[in-house]
């Protein structure tokens, strides 16, 4: 159980360009999920989190009018990255919180976006 | 802030050996603790969770100490293999149930 799907797994995309990476919980509801970005040989670093139904609240320095959150449903959340640059490509990563009392994540795959 | 900081940044050992690999973070205001390997290119699995309440978690041959008024954990690797070669990542939850992620320990276990 508790697993999560990313798609694209990669992306190529020309700059100016629009990507969308979706994140979806397969077999639970997640209230609330987390977008993550890692540069290589670099950690996670938390991006955002995301609410359904409401705003999705943005870690400091992160532009929310570039990385657009949409989280719809109990098991689709869905990040934008808008009019993509170069220096966006990153391994993307996104993960569900679990409705037990542990709050553990469930990570997805990850998304690999190169902007040329 | 919380930093999370993981000694050694990088391990390289033969098949077999026994490994410790160190956690600290900064605020010990934290709720559960999660230990990850990541292979390269790849996504995150989960490896223990240690919640706020207990100070140890095992799985195989993996044991993970939690001491939140120290603010350290360990990540025991008994008698390694060389599909445990990976990097190692620590994250406590902190407030808002936020995962914070260490800088990670890159291992290498050779035939």
């Known amino acids: 159980g508790a697993v999560v799907s990313q798609h694209p797994s990669w992306v190529i995309c020309k700059s100016g360009t629009s990507v969308k990476i979706e994140c979806r919980s397969l077999?639970?509801?997640?209230?609330?999920m987390f977008w993550y970005r890692q540069f290589p040989k670099q950690s996670l670093m938390l991006m955002a989190t995301?609410?359904?139904?409401?705003?999705?609240?943005?870690e400091q320095g992160v532009e929310k009018d570039k990385f657009l959150i949409n989280h719809a449903s109990l098991t689709l959340s869905t990040l934008t990255v808008t009019s993509a640059h170069p220096e966006d490509s990153s391994f993307y990563i996104c993960?569900?919180?679990?409705?037990?009392?542990?709050?553990?994540?469930?990570f997805g795959p990850g998304t690999r976006l190169t902007v040329t | 802030k919380q930093e999370v900081t993981q000694i050694p940044a990088a391990l390289s050992v033969p098949e077999g050996e026994n490994l410790v690999l160190n956690c600290s973070f900064t605020?010990?205001?934290?709720?559960?603790l999660q230990w990850f390997r990541q292979d390269p290119g790849k996504g995150l699995t989960s490896l223990l969770l240690?919640?706020?309440?207990?100070r140890e978690q095992t799985s195989g041959r993996l044991n993970a100490s939690l001491d939140k008024s120290s603010g350290r954990s360990t990540l025991y690797i008994a008698a390694s293999q060389p599909g445990d070669s990976a990097t190692y990542l620590c994250?406590?939850?902190?407030?808002?149930?936020?995962?914070?992620f260490g800088t990670g320990t890159r291992l290498l276990v050779s035939p």
């Open positions: 993960s569900a919180r679990s409705l037990d009392a542990t709050y553990e994540q469930y």
């Open positions: 077999d639970f509801q997640a209230t609330t």
């Open positions: 995301s609410n359904e139904g409401s705003k999705a609240t943005y």
């Open positions: 605020d010990s205001a934290i709720y559960n």
């Open positions: 240690i919640q706020s309440s207990q």
């Open positions: 994250a406590p939850y902190t407030g808002f149930q936020k995962l914070v």
